[in-house]
């Protein structure tokens, strides 16, 4: 009896074992993660994930820029998820997965990081040069990406035009400012949607005076032209090149050789030089000076001489039988060539103390009506004739004292159409200034004393001028 109790007892316990092992094997894996997302900011940082579940899992697919720890286990646990520092200003996003033991189960987590917002500054917004060549300085930048800089001019250098993070570059000027304008540029720093501008200016290296040469006319006898200044000039020099010369020099080799020329007080409006050669090109340099010996911009005006006739051709006249008492000039005017008519100055009792010294070109006739010059004597007897259309002789009386100086005579050729011949004639001062000064004690006029006309006045020339 007591064998057959056990029996029984022994068969209850299978059958409850048995029972057991088949619902531990039915049940279903179960596996759940928290949070199912993870929102990052762009700095490295950590965060952690809850995962609840009965039986093994284990963490796949994980993106370049996490790291996770642990990436297996079993049942309940904590893992930390660790976002590299997002470098890029761009957000980015990515997603691993959990999975359980046998595969039946899986969890997707999203990771989103935050691009970082890019930081620009520099030291320095304006910065001044000074106008001598490599004139330097440095900036500062201050950034946490990478930047570029634009707008950089010819004259200016740049260490360095690009970079990534803070960085010290230097600007220099590649030149001197040879100009009498301060030059600038703006440069521009860019780094991902970020700017800053920076405005250098190199200071002008030159004075502000300058000298214009302007209405230029050759003749045979000179290079005639108007100088139009600024109120800064003190002195200017002046040189005439062929345009052969010009251009196998350099502007340096000019500068040195204008240097060297004498300098002109620009009293007047009026300059002269030597002559040139006929249907050639030529430049007149000017190069001025202010008050504290500083020069100015080199100025270039470049111009062409005329086409000559010859002098068969030309329209020219002469002075011919001119004599001289000690109360009148007389002369003769003869046309030549293809003369039509002829414009004729003359007159007597030139003051000579007053035409010693720079006389720059001056509408004569209007000194006459204004006497606006202590040079000028009050009794010229002067006479300006224009337009004279056959030979004539002409004369003019004077009452020489101690002021006189003796008597002057200038003509030149016009064509049928007005044009003004190149070709003058002309009789000096001193020609019969013994015989009129026979009752005059002053002797002091000299032969220097010559007139030319171009179109707008007349000049004085003398032997130096002519180089």
């Known amino acids: 009896m007591k064998l057959i109790k056990l029996l029984t007892l022994m068969v209850i316990l299978l059958a409850l074992t048995a029972s057991s092992c088949h619902k531990d094997k039915d049940e279903p894996a179960s596996l759940n993660v928290s949070p199912s997302s993870i929102s990052a900011q762009a700095q490295k940082n950590s ?4 995962i609840t579940s009965n039986t093994k899992w284990r963490i796949v697919d994980i993106p370049s820029w996490v790291t996770i720890n642990p990436t297996s286990g079993a049942n309940d646990e904590t893992v930390e998820v660790i976002c590299a520092e997002n470098t890029s200003t761009e957000k980015r996003t990515d997603s691993f997965l959990i999975l359980s033991a046998d595969g039946s189960v899986e969890k997707t987590v999203e990771v989103t990081q935050e691009g970082k917002e890019v930081s620009l500054s520099v030291d320095v917004t304006k910065i001044n040069l000074q106008s001598v060549a ?6 500062s930048i201050k950034c946490n990406s990478e930047w570029t800089i634009s707008g950089n001019p010819d004259w200016l250098q740049i260490s360095s035009t690009a970079g990534n993070g803070n960085s010290v570059i230097m600007v220099s000027a590649r030149t001197s400012n040879d100009s009498s304008k301060p030059r600038s540029a703006t440069l521009n720093i860019s780094s991902e949607g970020k700017n800053v501008s920076i405005f250098i200016e190199q200071e002008a290296g ?5 000298s214009t040469p302007s209405n230029i006319t050759a003749l045979y006898y000179a290079v005639v032209f108007n100088l139009i200044y600024s109120s800064e000039v003190a002195t200017t020099k002046l040189l005439l090149i062929s345009d052969y010369d010009y251009k196998h020099k350099t502007e340096s080799e000019l500068i040195r050789e204008i240097e060297k020329e004498e300098p002109v007080i620009p009293e007047s409006e009026t300059i002269f030089t030597r002559a040139v050669e006929d249907n050639e090109d030529y430049h007149i340099l000017s190069l001025s000076f202010d008050r504290k010996g500083n020069r100015g911009e080199l100025v270039d005006i470049e111009f062409k001489s005329p086409k000559y006739l010859n002098a068969t051709d030309d329209a020219w006249c002469t002075i011919e039988d001119a004599t001289v008492s000690s109360s009148q000039f007389m002369f003769s005017v003869l046309k030549k060539g293809r003369c039509a008519t002829y414009d004729v100055i003359y007159g007597a009792n030139i003051y000579p103390g007053y035409l010693i010294g720079s006389l720059m070109a001056f509408e004569i006739n209007y000194y006459v009506k204004n006497h606006k010059k202590s040079w000028l004597s009050e009794s010229w007897g002067l006479a300006i004739e224009t337009d004279y259309p056959n030979d004539h002789t002409f004369y003019c009386s004077y009452s020489p004292d101690k002021y006189f100086g003796g008597v002057i005579a200038t003509t030149w050729g ?6 003004r011949s190149s070709d003058i004639d002309f009789v000096y001062g001193d020609m019969y200034a013994e015989e009129a000064m026979s009752t005059s004690n002053r002797r002091d006029i000299t032969s220097e004393i010559e007139w030319i006309r171009n179109q707008k006045g007349w000049i004085r020339t003398v032997p130096a001028d002519f180089k």
Not at 134 to 139: D, E, F, P, R
Not at 414 to 419: I, N, P, Q, V, Y
């Open 47 to 50: 965060t952690t994930l809850s």
């Open 134 to 139: 490599y004139a330097s300085q440095n900036i």
């Open 206 to 210: 030159l004075s502000s005076c300058i």
């Open 414 to 419: 016009k064509f049928s159409d007005g044009t």
